[in-house]
Every structure is written in structure tokens, then in C-alpha cells.
């Protein structure tokens, strides 16, 4: 029997006060499946990514991911801090990458002072350039340019 990357049995949510938005939804995926949910508005679309992403648990029957699979989700309508920009914003998705160029800086700088452990530098420094290479960090800057030029977004200065 094939082995499944997410599986679905007999899944049912009701949200208050008696609504019942799934119900007996079995499903099982493949590896590399392509799937795509279609339905009208209020019909549970978005319910059932929540699921699937481990995001809602509290619902009837059970939603079960491969071991060690790892399942994003992307709200419609996000969260944003007020207080941002929007390149801040924007950049908050990529932190890890930012931080890693961040932290990569420093260990560049660290290597002139009088007192730098080389072998420690080296190590750390090669951790954070997998880090960036792995998220094409090298044109992260060209990219976030290009996706904000496509979405139309406002200037990068301006607040959320």
C-alpha cells in the first residue's frame, strides 16, 4: 500500500452556534500531488487548508500529515503591524534570511578584531551563507523588487 503525505478521515467542522461547515471529508494525498480546492464563498475552503495545515484542531474525525512533513499556510487576509513599512513588512516573510545577512555582517566584521577565533568565524560564516544561498538571498533584493512591482504594492517607505 502507497504510502500517503496527508490523509483525511471522515473530517466534519461546526462552528457556533450550529453550523456545520465539512462534513465526512476523507482525503489522501500522494507525494507531489498538485491539488486545488474550488468551491463557492463560505463553503469551507479555507476551513479545510486550516485543517490540513494544523492550523484549527478542534474538529470531528482526524487530519494526518506524513511525519516530519512540512505544511505552510498563507492567510487571505494576513496580519500586519501598523507600526511597519511595507518593505519591513515585506522582508518579516523572508527574517530568517535577513537575519542571517544580518549576522553574517557581523561575523565579516568580527574577523578584524584583534582577538577572532578564525575557526569559529569560518564555521558560523559558512552556516549563514548555506542559510542565504538556500533562499537565493544573493538577488533577494532584485526579487523582493520584482514581487512588489507585480502586486502593485505601495512605495517601500510608506506605512501599513
Same mark, same amino acid.
Request: charged share 25%; glycine share 6%; proline share 6%.
Given at each position: ?15 457556533? /452556534? ?6 465526512d ?5 500522494? /507525494? ?5 480546492v ?14 490540513? @495545515? ?10 494526518? /500529515? ?10 487571505? =487576509? ?18 530568517e534570511?535577513? =537575519? ?32 542565504? @544561498? ?9 526579487q ?10 505601495? /512605495? ?5
Amino acid at each position: 500500500m502507497a504510502q500517503y503525505v496527508f490523509t483525511m478521515n471522515r473530517v466534519g467542522k461546526i462552528v457556533p /452556534p450550529k453550523r456545520q461547515i465539512l462534513k465526512d471529508i476523507s482525503l489522501s494525498f500522494f /507525494p507531489g500531488a498538485k491539488i486545488g480546492v474550488l468551491g463557492l464563498n463560505g463553503s469551507g475552503k479555507s476551513t479545510l487548508l486550516k485543517i490540513m @495545515a494544523g492550523i484549527d484542531k478542534e474538529i470531528e474525525g482526524e487530519a494526518i /500529515p506524513m511525519p516530519n512533513l512540512n505544511i505552510g499556510y498563507l492567510p487571505q =487576509e494576513p496580519q500586519l503591524d501598523a507600526d511597519k513599512t511595507v518593505r519591513q513588512e515585506v522582508e518579516s516573510a523572508l527574517g530568517e534570511v535577513f =537575519e542571517a545577512q544580518a549576522k553574517l555582517d557581523a561575523v565579516y566584521a568580527a574577523y578584524a578584531e584583534e582577538d577572532a577565533d578564525f575557526d569559529a568565524l569560518a564555521t558560523e560564516q559558512a552556516r549563514l551563507e548555506a542559510i542565504i @544561498a538556500a533562499a537565493d538571498g544573493n538577488s533577494l533584493n532584485q526579487q523582493l523588487e520584482m514581487a512588489a512591482d507585480a502586486l502593485r504594492l505601495p /512605495p517601500w517607505d510608506a506605512r501599513i
